[in-house]
């Protein structure tokens, strides 16, 4: 993909990832199940299941420069620890279709490690 695409795809990606959190947080969403697919995974490419939730795409859109705000890599990683930790992402997966609460546990739980791994590396 030529660099300005990716660029785009990039600015795209943190753009859906957003909106998605706020469609979680609304009132309008909350008695909706949240399906697999309509998680904000903190991707580039949109996963089709727990397997393609992998350390590098989680690493590769954590630390794009391409988000939205502006903000720095640091900011990104706490604000991103914020959303996905237990307790917190928690009131989400009460609201996930039974038949697709394991899988997000397992990708909510790759998610976690990787941005533990991110923080650490940043000196959190």
């Known amino acids: ?30 008695a909706t199940p949240l399906r697999f697919a309509r998680v ?31 903000a720095s890599r640091r900011d990104r990683i706490r604000a991103a620890l914020r959303r996905w930790h237990p307790d917190k992402f928690g009131r989400h997966l009460a609201k996930v279709l039974p038949s697709e609460r394991r899988p997000v546990e397992e990708a909510v739980g790759t998610v976690v490690r990787v941005l533990n791994a991110l923080a650490a590396e940043e000196g959190h």
């Not at 993909?1 to 795209?12: D, F, N, P, V």
């Not at 991707?43 to 939205?68: L, Q, W």
């Open 40 to 70: 904000p995974w903190p991707m580039v490419d949109e996963p089709r299941g727990v397997d393609d939730i992998t350390e590098s795409s989680v690493r590769e859109f954590i630390i794009s420069p391409e988000h939205p705000e502006g």
């Open 1 to 30: 993909m030529e660099a300005e695409t990716r660029r785009k795809h990039e600015h795209e990606a943190w753009c859906r990832y957003e909106r998605r959190w706020r469609e979680i947080k609304s009132e309008s969403v909350r």
